[in-house]
């Protein structure tokens, strides 16, 4: 099975930047769409971004459209998600995901393997 750690979370001040990393084991990361979700206090993990296996193709949730910016590095075997401005409603533990199929898509179901999570903090 295919297996995920993220990390680059922790506190950081409204306005500031973060930048999330997903590393990932196994030889196939390449042909996975990758997702990154997040999950507040007492809420539903909801969908964050998306990337294609390719890196080119990639979708946003509204509330975070134009302030995070995800990419990959398939050599590396790494997934990132770059955060700026960010807002005290950001924060959440975020996971990183992979899909089975290259195509990126926004629904839990379609990722059976997920990370473990980092916590990101954001102070007003």
């Known amino acids: 099975q295919v297996q995920l750690v993220e990390s680059g979370g922790g506190l950081v001040q409204a306005g500031g930047s973060l930048r999330l990393s997903c590393a990932a084991s196994g030889r196939t990361f390449s042909s996975y769409a990758m997702g990154w979700f997040r999950q507040a206090p007492g809420k539903e993990r909801e969908f964050v971004a998306g990337?294609?296996?390719?890196?080119?193709?990639?979708i946003y949730a509204d509330s975070v459209k134009g302030r995070f910016t995800v990419s990959r590095d398939n050599p590396k075997n790494t997934v990132y998600l770059q955060m700026n401005s960010l807002k005290p409603e950001d924060t959440a533990v975020y996971y990183c995901?992979?899909?089975?199929?290259?195509?990126?898509?926004?629904?839990?179901?379609?990722?059976?393997?997920w990370g473990q999570g980092t916590q990101v903090t954001v102070s007003s």
């Open positions: 995901a992979a899909a089975t199929t290259g195509w990126t898509t926004t629904l839990r179901d379609d990722y059976p393997y």
């Open positions: 990337i294609s296996w390719s890196g080119f193709n990639n």
